[in-house]
């Protein structure tokens, strides 16, 4: 009876034991899927079953740190520095005490605690340096390349296979802005699982960064086809369709609720639909709301949805502040080139001509910032159609050069409009460079080089000429267009540059030949041109005597 009775004690505390782990598990597996409700749920139940149970302490921790609608590293401190006092040596506590110490700009501190973590496990536990690795890719004081050190280490230990290390390398790398180890560290997560949803949306994010729609949306829509529960790759969905498609935006809001807890981000998508429904007074009233309630816990993309509202309902002044309260409180990997077009826009609706130009750095950022040509094109076009109204020139040719240097592969059409903005913007040696330097070298077969080269370095002159600055440029121009199988065509910028010459060596250099010799030059390539002749004729005449004066000078009078 008593050996009965020990059989099914140790069956029930095996069975026991299985469960705990599969709670501890799917606690992990929730906070994967960034279902933070219910992760703290089940790590709680955990530990009420267990309060020793180490593992549940740090990961609870960490979903304190990390839930979005109740951020609580203060109580995560109180955590793990509660559980230290009697678990002094637990690496894992350690590790995320450390954490919490860098959270707050402790750099001493943090660091002497990561090693001792990494110190009592020799190197050897795979959770430890994870966790240390993610410390200090999460916390701005962290340093990510000892991330990347400990990572490296982390790959060396025998029968490696933790796809979570690789993810984290690639974190890390996303970090140092290295876009290519990122997404190489990435695919190697999925090559250890191909199934993590995790690693298949941040390759999206690393290209959305860059603004790279034909990679970055497949890899969001990828990342759902391996994990139809994955809800944040939704949420990356919803956002690129939010201005693009209601329907689409809608369907993937609805996705995105099916596979996540009830809380702000669900929360956040509602405001915006209301947006993109019409409803935009709505939508700035509720994206208000979530803004008080949540505080300093709020998304950031609140203060864009109240922004893009307030454009919407003509209150610029509020659309202002609101942009620039989501610029300053959001991460920049969350920028759109769309973020800063929309800036420029709100500025270009401003009364005051001084801050209203502020629009153009804006638009600026946008064309920077997008990599789709038609993008770019859009933006600028924008941003030119301001200048215009303003009468601002020189807006008009610092953003044709942005367009200029953005384009891939320009034409000479591109070209010549980045040259003639500045010429027109009266930036005449930018002008000169681009016509004398790259019109005339890339399109030599071509009269445009040569005639705003001649008309720049004119501009550059005196109302007389007197430096002569486009003598040269008008030489050459004269000489392509009369060897031009095309000459006839050209015949008005050829007697124009004739006449120039003919000028300059009349009036500045004093030599009447000279000048005499583009009047008949004018003549063989325009022979009915009537003020050639008389140009000729007048210059031919010799000087006029000057009147002598009566002997003995004077006048007659007597002088006084």
């Not at 250890?192 to 994010?205: C, D, F, S, V, Y």
């Not at 620039?324 to 270009?348: C, Q, R, V």
Request: charged share 20%; glycine share 6%.
């Amino acid at each position: 009876m008593r050996k009965l009775s020990m059989i099914m004690l140790l069956t029930l505390t095996c069975i026991g034991s299985t469960v705990m782990a599969q709670t501890l598990e799917q606690a992990k597996q929730f906070l994967y899927y960034e279902r933070f409700a219910s992760a703290q749920s089940a790590f709680e139940k955990v530990l009420n079953a267990n309060p020793n149970n180490i593992e549940a302490v740090y990961w609870l921790g960490q979903t304190m740190i990390h839930r979005r609608d109740t951020r609580d590293t203060a109580g995560a401190k109180a955590l793990y520095q509660k559980m230290l006092a009697t678990n002094g040596n637990a690496p894992l506590l350690l590790a995320g005490m450390g954490h919490v110490e860098l959270l707050y700009g402790d750099k001493t501190d943090s660091r002497q605690r990561f090693e001792t973590a990494i110190s009592l496990t020799k190197e050897k536990d795979i959770n430890v340096l994870n966790a240390v690795a993610y410390a200090n890719i999460d916390a701005k004081a962290g340093d990510p390349n000892y991330a990347i050190q400990k990572l490296n280490t982390a790959t060396q230990i025998k029968r490696f296979s933790d796809p979570e290390t690789y993810v984290l390398l690639g974190d890390a790398y996303r970090r140092l802005l290295d876009g290519g180890n990122a997404v190489l560290n990435y695919q190697k997560a999925l090559g250890l699982n191909p199934k993590l949803a995790e690693a298949q949306m941040k390759i999206g994010i690393i290209y959305l960064t860059q603004n790279n729609r034909e990679y970055f949306l497949p890899a969001f829509e990828s990342a759902v086809t391996m994990d139809p529960a994955y809800a944040p790759a939704y949420e990356q969905l919803y956002l690129y369709w939010f201005l693009r498609d209601v329907n689409k935006a809608a369907s993937y809001m609805d996705k995105y609720a099916a596979n996540s807890d009830q809380g702000p981000d669900l929360e956040y998508m509602k405001a915006g639909m209301l947006y993109i429904s019409g409803k935009v007074a709505d939508a700035r009233t509720r994206a208000q709301q979530l803004i008080g309630q949540y505080g300093a816990n709020v998304n950031p993309r609140m203060y864009r949805l109240v922004a893009y509202a307030s454009d919407s309902l003509g209150d610029y002044t509020a659309a202002r502040e609101a942009m620039a309260n989501f610029l300053a409180k959001a991460d920049s990997s969350m920028y759109l080139a769309t973020d800063f077009e929309e800036y420029g826009k709100i500025y270009g609706k401003l009364t005051d001509s001084v801050t209203r130009n502020m629009a153009f750095q804006y638009y600026a950022k946008a064309i920077a910032m997008d990599s789709l040509a038609e993008d770019k094109q859009k933006f600028a076009n924008e941003a030119l159609d301001l200048a215009k109204t303003m009468h601002n020139k020189q807006a008009a040719a610092y953003l044709a050069g942005l367009e200029y240097n953005s384009i891939k592969n320009p034409n000479n059409s591109d070209l010549f409009k980045f040259g003639t903005a500045n010429y027109s913007a009266g930036n005449y040696k930018t002008a000169d460079s681009i016509f004398c330097g790259l019109y005339e070298s890339k399109y030599p077969n071509e009269i445009y080089g040569y005639l705003w080269c001649a008309r720049s370095k004119q501009a550059q002159d005196d109302s007389t000429n007197s430096q002569g600055l486009a003598v040269d440029a008008y030489e050459k121009l004269a000489l392509f267009g009369r060897s031009s199988p095309d000459s006839a065509k050209y015949k008005t910028q050829i007697v124009g540059a004739y006449f120039y010459l003919a000028s300059y060596y009349n009036d500045i250099k004093k030599d009447k030949p000279k000048a005499i010799s583009y009047m008949q030059k004018v003549l063989e390539v325009d022979p009915t041109n009537t003020t050639a002749p008389n140009i000729i004729n007048a210059l031919s005449k010799p000087p006029k005597q000057s009147a002598q004066k009566p002997k003995g000078g004077g006048t007659g009078q007597s002088g006084k």
